[in-house]
Structure formats: structure tokens, C-alpha cells
């Protein structure tokens, strides 16, 4: 770009010159014989006046089609966790994978919009936007970021027992997290939120998980997580936002949330990761209250448990879970519903502790 304004600059340059000298010869014509320098002065300028209109038209014409197109990039954190891809190089790509990733993105931003109670495509969620959990349009360090997701999918879940496609596992968090229904996996919008993860995946080798991506695993405690602790907790550093009865804020505009609810009817579903309190508490930890960060966390790993505990001892939505970990050794330790291939309670499962489900287990392979 910066030789078009050199060019550019230079021929105007020439131009004045050119145009004073006219100027100039002209008045000596008036008195001497400056009349033969005229000519070829005359086809100078018409050689600029050409120059200054290529170049013009240069600026018109899309870039790509005298510049490579830069490739796309990975971002990472000065700590090196994951960070998201380069956002200045979306204009790059081709139109219609432009498009596509972009509407990809929106939709995770603003899900409600299109797709909440009064969704301008559908409805078929409950209001909140996949952004709520994962954070920045899913790119936060350590924020529920899609990090991991073109890289490792389609992979074995134990969830399902099967081989899950990313359009899958998309579909499990509008079933679960947003209490929905699932998307046409053929639609546009299953195909822009595809577009959108394979395009955050740029550069991440297959298989690999970068660091900092998703949800941290904190350190089990040595108790059960208290959720009379937990209310304490909620109370001081949670309800200016969440407010008292746990249900948010409803943003202005009315489709959606300025700060979502935690529990009741529009809240995630209890067959959602959250449900889980590692989950849960492995996400507050890092980013709640609003502005928290995994380099500057708000609550000790104490307190996220605890928290985690009241905020999943509260009703929400139902599921039918029959169908899912059918190889019941597989059941994630925190998992709160049996039946389990253990002699545990529902009630360890849920609230801990954990350490000795899991010395249980490895003793007894
Ligand atoms: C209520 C919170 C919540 C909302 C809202 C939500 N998710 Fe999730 N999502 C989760 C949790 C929790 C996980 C599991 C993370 C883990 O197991 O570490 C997850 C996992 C995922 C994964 C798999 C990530 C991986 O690396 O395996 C994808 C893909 C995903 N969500 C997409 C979406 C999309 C798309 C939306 C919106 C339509 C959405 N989620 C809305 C909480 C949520
Ligand atoms: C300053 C306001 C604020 C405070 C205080 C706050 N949150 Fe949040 N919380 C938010 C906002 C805003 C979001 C949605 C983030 C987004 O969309 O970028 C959110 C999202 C969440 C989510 C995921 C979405 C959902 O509704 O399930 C959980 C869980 C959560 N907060 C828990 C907590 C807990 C627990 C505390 C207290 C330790 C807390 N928050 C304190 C503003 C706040």
C-alpha cells in the first residue's frame, strides 16, 4: 500500500511542476519564442494526468489481487495460553468463508437474537448466548474457549459412547446448556458455527489441545463442597449481578441477558457441563465475578467449590438422561446421577469428596 502513496504523491508533485512550468513558458510566449517548449510540456502532463489515474484506480481495485493474502493466524497470551485467531485477517479469507465465519461468530455472540424466545431466525433457546460460558466469543484463556474443538473433534465421547462430530457436540449445548432444541446440522447457521470453530482452529495441530484452552481442573478438596458456605459467598461476590433469586438481568432490549441467570427456568438444563461442580468451579474460578481472569481470579479454590455447590443446589430445568454414559465406569467422578459402577452416594458424587471415588477406582483396576 505504501508504494500507491508514494506513486501517488510523486505524479501530483509532477503535476504542479509541471502545471508552474506551463504557467511560466506561457508568459515568456507572450514576449520571446516559448511557444516551441510548449509541445512536448503538453504531452508531459498528459502522461501524468494518465499516471495519476492508474494509480487511482490502483486504490479501487481489492488488494488481494496484487498482495498475497497474509495466512491466518493463532494468538496466544504473553503466558502462552491460546488466545484466539488473528481477528484482522477474517478479511482475507474468500467471501462466502468470510461470511460464513463471521455470521459463525455473531451467532455465538448474540444467539438470542436469532434464536432466543423471540429469535429473529427461531426459536429455540432459552435466551442466553453461547458467549455467556464461552467467553469473548469463545477465545478467552481459560474462559470455556473453543480451542480444542477443530483439532480434536470429531472424537469418542463417553458421554454417548460414539464418535461425536463437532456439529454434535454443538448440538449437546442447545440441548443442555441453553435447555433447547438442537440445530439443523445442514442449516446455515449449523454451517457458519462450523465455519467459525474451524477457523478459530487455524494452526492448532490435530490431536492437540492447546494450553489454556477450555476449563480449568482445579484441585479436589479435601471435604464436600458446602453450599451453606457457598450462599455466603453468592451473597457477597455474586448478587449484585446475578441478583438475590439467582435469575439476572435482562438486557433493554429484552432478547436477551446483561447478566444471565444462574438457576430456575432459564437457566442451562441439569444434563449441562455447569451441573457438573468441577465444571463450574473450574470456571468461576478464572472468570467470575465479571473481570476475572486466570491471572487475577477473585475467589480461592475454597470458595469456587463452595459456590459451585449452592449455585447446582438450586432448581433448574429437567432432562431425560437415561441414555447417557452407557459404560457407567466411564461417569465423570462429579457426575451427580447414578447409577454409578461404584458403592458411592449420588450425594459424594456430587459434592465430594471425590479423592476416595477415585482411589476406589484405581485400586479396584
Ligand atoms: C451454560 C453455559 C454454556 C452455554 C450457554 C453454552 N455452553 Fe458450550 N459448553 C459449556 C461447558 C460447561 C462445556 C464443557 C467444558 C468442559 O467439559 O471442560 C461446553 C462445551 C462446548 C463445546 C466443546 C468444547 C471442547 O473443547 O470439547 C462446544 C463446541 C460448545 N460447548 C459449543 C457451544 C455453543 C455453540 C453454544 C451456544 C449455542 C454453547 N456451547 C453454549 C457450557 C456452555
Ligand atoms: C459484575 C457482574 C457480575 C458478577 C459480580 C458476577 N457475574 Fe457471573 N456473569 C456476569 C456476566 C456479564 C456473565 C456473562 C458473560 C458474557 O456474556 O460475556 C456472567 C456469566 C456467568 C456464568 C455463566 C452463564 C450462566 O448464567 O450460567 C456463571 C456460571 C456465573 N456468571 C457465575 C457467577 C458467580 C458464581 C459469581 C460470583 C462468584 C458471579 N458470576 C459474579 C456478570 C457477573
Redesign the pocket.
Known amino acids: 500500500m505504501i508504494v500507491h502513496w508514494l506513486i501517488l504523491f510523486a505524479t501530483v508533485l509532477i503535476l504542479v511542476v509541471l502545471y508552474v512550468m506551463d504557467d511560466a513558458l506561457r508568459a515568456l510566449s507572450d514576449r520571446a519564442d516559448g511557444e516551441s517548449a510548449l509541445g512536448p510540456l503538453r504531452s508531459s502532463k498528459r502522461i501524468a494526468w494518465a499516471t495519476l489515474v492508474l494509480v487511482a484506480v490502483l486504490f479501487v481495485v481489492p488488494k488481494e489481487l496484487f498482495e498475497p493474502a497474509p495466512p491466518q493466524m493463532a494468538t496466544y497470551d504473553a503466558a502462552g495460553n491460546w488466545s484466539g485467531a488473528d481477528t484482522t485477517r477474517i478479511e482475507f479469507l474468500d467471501r462466502e468463508q468470510r461470511e460464513l465465519v463471521l455470521y459463525g461468530r455473531e451467532?455465538?455472540r448474540n444467539?438470542a437474537y436469532y434464536l432466543g424466545p423471540n429469535g429473529t431466525v427461531s426459536q429455540q433457546?432459552n435466551g442466553?448466548?453461547?458467549q455467556?460460558?464461552?467467553l469473548d466469543a469463545g477465545t478467552k484463556p481459560w474462559g470455556?474457549n473453543?480451542g480444542?474443538?477443530w483439532s480434536?473433534?470429531p472424537k469418542l465421547r463417553s458421554r454417548t459412547g460414539r464418535v461425536e462430530s463437532?456439529a454434535k457436540?454443538?448440538n449437546?449445548?442447545?440441548e443442555r446448556?441453553?435447555n433447547g432444541t438442537a440445530l439443523d446440522t445442514t442449516g446455515h447457521e449449523m454451517l457458519a458455527?462450523k465455519a467459525y470453530?474451524e477457523w478459530l482452529g487455524t494452526g492448532i495441530e490435530t490431536k492437540t489441545k492447546p494450553q489454556g484452552?477450555?476449563?480449568v481442573d482445579l484441585a479436589y478438596l479435601d471435604r464436600p463442597a458446602d453450599p451453606e458456605h457457598g450462599a455466603a459467598i453468592f451473597t457477597a461476590k455474586c448478587v449484585s449481578c446475578h441478583q438475590d433469586d439467582g435469575q439476572g438481568v435482562k438486557a433493554l432490549a429484552g432478547s436477551t441477558y446483561q447478566y444471565p441467570p444462574l438457576w430456575g427456568d432459564h437457566s442451562?438444563n441439569i444434563g449441562?457441563?455447569?451441573y457438573r461442580l468441577s465444571?463450574f468451579a473450574?470456571?468461576v474460578k478464572n472468570n467470575m465475578p465479571q473481570g476475572a481472569t486466570w491471572e487475577n481470579p477473585q475467589l480461592t479454590d475454597e470458595e469456587a467449590w463452595d459456590v459451585a455447590a449452592y449455585v447446582n443446589s438450586q432448581q433448574r430445568p429437567d432432562r431425560d438422561l437415561t441414555g447417557d454414559w452407557p459404560k457407567l465406569a466411564s461417569k465423570p467422578t462429579d457426575h451427580p446421577f447414578g447409577p454409578y459402577a461404584d458403592a458411592f452416594t449420588e450425594a459424594q458424587h456430587k459434592y465430594g469428596p471425590y479423592r476416595p471415588i477415585e482411589e476406589a477406582k484405581t485400586s479396584a483396576e
Do not use: E, P, Q
Open positions: 451467532l455465538i444467539t433457546t442466553m448466548n453461547c455467556n460460558c464461552h470455556n473453543y480444542a474443538v480434536t473433534y463437532v457436540r454443538v449437546d449445548c442447545f446448556s441453553l458455527i470453530m484452552s477450555g476449563i442451562y449441562a457441563g455447569l465444571r473450574g470456571y
